[in-house]
């Protein structure tokens, strides 16, 4: 076998290996959500039982991060894409500063940005006990993902040019911001989008203590799954989880793809040849 034949079988069967080390604990996770008794196996027999179980016990749970997840998505757009343009466009020592302190959130461990915000805003009206609450901790934690993604894709344009060409046409900064700089950064929103949305549906530690009995999300609920011992109730639940997610990731990235215009060709009108004799 020739060695570069070799070293392609090689790649090919670790990947497959690693492909499979992370696939196979899903799918036993499936299984065992569909199973009457997991310990048992298949010979037990199949059932829906337990997603209905789930469903009826945490419905409440799944469509709270599904919202939750959504709005901290629109809160990042908001706030993230205008943030990536400024930091795109002024490189200075207050932007960098300014980058530097949007990046605090991820260093510092979730569990203490939710002890901030409960000892600064747990006292504030009903602000403690409404699911705002939790999405406030979610921008927080998401909105440098956003930002990264977003600006990654800013820095690699040349906007300056891009801008002054459009401005030489007529456009408005609006529409220059609107029709220019956010069509060609469409792939780093799309990025980022994917990135908020798995990581607000999916996030425990913020989460876990800035809810209450009234504003429980899914992981949440998904821990209290495994707390009651029963796996096949858990696996139920992370089986709701995938059938969810996935769907969202799918069509978040439909948008990614560009927009295709059609054009009509119009033949251009016979003109007839004068002939002039001198």
């Given at each position: 076998?020739?060695?570069?034949?070799?070293?392609?079988?090689?790649?090919?069967?670790?990947?497959?290996?690693?492909?499979?080390?992370?696939?196979?604990?899903?799918?036993?996770?499936?299984?065992?959500?569909?199973?009457?008794?997991?310990?048992?196996?298949?010979?037990?027999?199949?059932?829906?039982?337990?997603?209905?179980?789930?469903?009826?016990?945490?419905?409440?749970?799944?469509?709270?991060?599904?919202?939750?997840?959504?709005?901290?998505?629109?809160?990042?757009?908001?706030?993230?894409?205008?943030?990536?343009?400024?930091?795109?466009?002024r490189s200075n020592r207050i932007t960098r500063l300014f980058e530097e302190l949007l990046m605090l959130p991820i260093a510092v461990p979730g569990l203490?940005?939710?002890?901030?915000?409960?000892?600064?805003?747990?006292?504030?009206?009903?602000?403690?006990?409404?699911?705002?609450?939790?999405?406030?901790?979610?921008?927080?934690?998401?909105?440098?993902?956003?930002?990264?993604?977003?600006l990654a894709v800013m820095l690699t344009l040349d906007l300056k040019t891009l801008e002054e060409g459009a401005a030489s046409l007529g456009a408005s900064h609006w529409q220059r911001f609107a029709h220019v700089v956010l069509p060609n950064c469409r792939h780093g929103i799309v990025a980022?989008?994917?990135?908020?949305?798995?990581?607000?549906?999916?996030?425990?530690?913020?989460?876990?203590?800035?809810?209450?009995?009234?504003?429980?999300?899914?992981?949440?609920?998904?821990?209290?799954?495994?707390?009651?011992?029963?796996?096949?109730?858990?696996?139920?639940?992370?089986?709701?989880?995938?059938?969810?997610?996935?769907?969202?990731?799918?069509?978040?990235?439909?948008?990614?793809?560009?927009?295709?215009?059609?054009?009509?060709?119009?033949?251009?009108?016979?003109?007839?040849?004068?002939?002039?004799?001198?």
């Open positions: 076998m020739k060695p570069k034949k070799l070293f392609f079988s090689l790649q090919l069967i670790f990947s497959l290996l690693v492909c499979g080390f992370l696939i196979i604990p899903v799918v036993m996770s499936a299984l065992a959500g569909l199973t009457v008794n997991y310990f048992v196996g298949l010979e037990s027999g199949l059932t829906l039982r337990w997603i209905v179980e789930v469903w009826h016990a945490y419905g409440d749970t799944i469509a709270r991060s599904i919202g939750i997840a959504l709005a901290c998505l629109a809160c990042t757009l908001v706030l993230g894409v205008p943030a990536a343009y400024v930091l795109a466009r203490a940005t939710a002890l901030a915000l409960v000892s600064v805003y747990g006292s504030v009206g009903n602000f403690r006990g409404s699911w705002t609450f939790i999405l406030v901790g979610h921008v927080l934690f998401t909105l440098p993902f956003m930002v990264r993604a977003v980022g989008a994917l990135m908020v949305l798995t990581l607000s549906i999916g996030e425990f530690n913020l989460t876990w203590l800035l809810h209450t009995p009234y504003t429980k999300t899914l992981p949440v609920g998904l821990a209290d799954a495994y707390a009651s011992m029963r796996l096949e109730v858990g696996s139920a639940y992370t089986l709701i989880f995938f059938v969810i997610i996935v769907p969202l990731l799918v069509a978040t990235q439909a948008l990614a793809k560009p927009r295709t215009r059609k054009f009509i060709d119009k033949k251009p009108a016979d003109q007839g040849l004068v002939l002039v004799k001198s």
